[in-house]
């Protein structure tokens, strides 16, 4: 019966120590995106915060330089190649457009993207998909760097891209995540397996 007992105190031990683990909290920084600063970096008006993790690279769009985003965080390893990537992209809609049925083009555009960029791409697929309880107008595609293309991108990743609606303006933001098949396992491992995971759960729209 002592024995069970130790057992018992053992287990609630290694219990505790693992909840800890779990609620340690991770240094971030905030990142707002005001409609003022928008126009200061030539892009559609939009209003978003986001908590960024400290220990990525956080890449912000600089006011008179050319940027084709919001901004763009990676987490690089010590081989110096990007392990897990998150961007800012967007998508305006215009008149009576609605973004799940006239947004797929976009989605393709960025599939050929990919594809231009030196990825061999083994899959993907365009449409309305579940993720993370909800649904989004995604892409999702399994691509494999090209070899000797790119220093920071080698080997296979998983793309997940999601276009979050906007409730204030038809301006949506797109957010395409990247990740080493090393890192992820399935496109739902992106909402909360990953580092880049806080910014897919903190990013909120701001009126």
Partial sequence: MK??????????????????????????????????????????????????????????????????????IQKIGNDSIVSEMYSFGYISMDGNMQLEKDGQTFMKQIRDMLKSGGYNIEEDA?????????????????????????????????????????PYTDTHIIMLMAAKDTEVNSYEDFKDKLTVSTLWKSFTYLK
């Fill in 126 to 166: 365009i449409g309305v998909k579940e993720f993370d309880g909800d649904k989004y107008l995604s892409l999702r595609a399994i691509g494999t760097m090209k070899e000797g293309l790119s220093d920071l991108f080698q080997g296979r990743y998983y793309f997940n891209v999601i276009a979050k609606p906007n």
């Fill in 3 to 72: 024995n069970i007992k130790w057992i018992v105190v053992v287990l609630c031990v290694q219990l505790g120590f693992v909840q800890c683990q779990n609620k340690e909290k991770i240094d971030v920084i905030t990142y707002e995106v005001t409609p003022e600063f928008s126009k200061k970096i030539d892009k559609p008006e939009v209003h978003f915060k986001v908590d960024i993790p400290k220990n990525l690279k956080f890449e912000k769009p600089v006011e008179g330089k050319k940027t084709y985003s919001y901004g763009m």
